[in-house]
């Protein structure tokens, strides 16, 4: 069965650095996969999404994701954070066989600090 | 319109009570979801509506009834909750769950608190 597995639970940067949130899914059959942000007390927003093409996908607000077959992984990046990003990531993979589930990674706290 | 809907953004009740949640969408979605979150934890999948039929049950209790009275509508019936039924519920809507691609969009919650 599939399985997403996030590998930091945290991670504290400070305002401008780089960051990078880590993916990897568990199977190598076709895949859909998704990155979703929560903010405070808020739902869940789709940050970014791979369905087929290029293995690299922008957001609007400066996140990135790249596509790795090879290695099963679909990392989140971006190059200077801001105090807002900070928030809960959520990766996500959906087999393209059975579309109506996600399956999700337990999440990334990103905490932005000045 | 591109949202999910969501009422009330809060709710507290009695574990003798009855309450519903509702969860409304205009994109002409045929997927409608409820999800479970707990704090700090990824959402769990309680039911899948899909063309307005229960498709996807994940062996919630029975204190939990959803009902889908139409393509735009979703709500989830509450009855006799427990204080760890305490959580974020969100609902989502995807497009159409027979083609291959489902985006997932979801509304930004009700936040339960049974006491």
């Known amino acids: 069965a599939q399985s997403v597995t996030q590998l930091d639970s945290q991670v504290p940067v400070f305002e401008e650095a780089p960051v990078e949130l880590r993916c990897n899914y568990s199977s190598s059959v076709s895949v859909y996969l998704f990155w979703y942000v929560q903010y405070p007390n808020q739902g869940l927003q789709l940050l970014l999404k791979?369905?087929?093409?290029s293995t690299l996908v922008k957001s609007i607000n400066g996140f990135e994701a790249e596509f790795n077959k090879s290695q099963t992984s679909f990392h989140l990046r971006k190059p200077s954070v801001h105090i807002s990003d900070t928030a809960e990531y959520f990766c996500a993979v959906s087999d393209a066989g059975n579309n109506r589930k996600l399956i999700w990674g337990l999440g990334t706290s990103l905490a932005v600090n000045p | 319109d591109t949202e999910v809907t969501q009422t009330p953004k809060h709710l507290v009740m009695g574990m003798t009570n009855k309450k519903s949640l509702k969860c409304e969408q205009h994109m002409g979605h045929r997927a409608m979801y409820w999800y479970k979150q707990k704090a700090k934890k990824p959402p769990e999948l309680m039911f899948v509506y899909s063309y307005e039929k229960l498709s996807i049950n994940e062996s919630v209790p029975s204190r939990f009834s959803p009902e889908c009275p139409n393509s735009s509508l979703l709500n989830l019936h509450l009855h006799a909750l427990q204080p760890e039924d305490s959580a974020l519920y969100l609902c989502?809507?995807?497009?159409?769950?027979?083609?291959?691609?489902?985006?997932?969009?979801f509304g930004p919650g009700t936040r339960l608190t049974v006491l």
């Open positions: 791979y369905l087929s093409g």
């Open positions: 989502a809507s995807s497009q159409d769950p027979t083609g291959g691609f489902n985006e997932q969009f």
